[in-house]
C-alpha cells in the first residue's frame, strides 16, 4: 500500500470573503485550497514557496478544480485536509477537501495540478532535485 501524505489545517472565515448572500464567495475556496498547500509545505518541508524560490525552479498552478456542496459562513471554521497525489512525471498534484468544523459537513472538494518551469519559463520535463528529494525522503 502506498503511503499517503495529508495535512489538515484550520482557517477562520473572515467577512471580507462573503458574498452578497453572506456565504464565502466561490472564489474564495481557491485560495483555502493555496492556504492548505503552504500549511502542507511546513508539514512536509522540502517542496514549499521558499524552496522554490531559492532553487529558481517555481510550480505554478496549471489546473484547478472545485466543486462546491456546502456554504460557508462568516465565522465559520473551516477544516482543510490537503493530500498529495502520486502521479508520473514533473508535477504537484494535490487534493482538498474542506469541511465546517462545527457539524463536519463537506463544504468543498477539488483538486489542483501545479507543473515546474526553469529559470527560463520553460515547462520541465524532468523534475528538479529537490522534488526527487522530497519523494525518496517522504515517499521512500
Not at 95 to 109: A, M, N, P, T
Not at 111 to 128: A, H, V
Request: some cysteine; glycine content about 8%; hydrophobic content about 35%.
Amino acid at each position: 500500500m502506498k503511503k499517503e501524505l495529508t495535512d489538515v489545517c484550520q482557517i477562520r472565515v473572515k467577512f471580507s470573503e462573503m458574498d452578497a448572500m453572506l456565504r464565502v464567495w466561490h472564489g474564495n475556496y481557491v485560495k483555502y485550497f493555496e492556504d492548505g498547500r503552504e500549511s502542507f509545505g511546513r508539514h512536509y518541508p522540502g517542496i514549499g514557496y521558499e524552496v522554490m524560490l531559492a532553487a529558481n525552479i517555481p510550480a505554478p498552478v496549471y489546473d484547478v478544480h472545485v466543486r462546491h456542496l456546502a456554504p460557508l459562513g462568516m465565522n465559520d471554521v473551516a477544516e482543510i485536509h490537503t493530500t498529495y497525489v502520486r502521479k508520473p512525471g514533473a508535477r504537484l498534484d494535490f487534493k482538498y477537501q474542506i469541511f465546517r468544523q462545527s457539524d463536519g459537513v463537506l463544504c468543498c472538494e477539488g483538486s489542483t495540478t501545479q507543473l515546474f518551469i526553469d529559470p527560463q519559463g520553460n515547462l520541465m520535463i524532468e523534475e528538479p532535485q529537490y522534488f526527487t528529494d522530497w519523494k525518496k525522503k517522504y515517499l521512500g
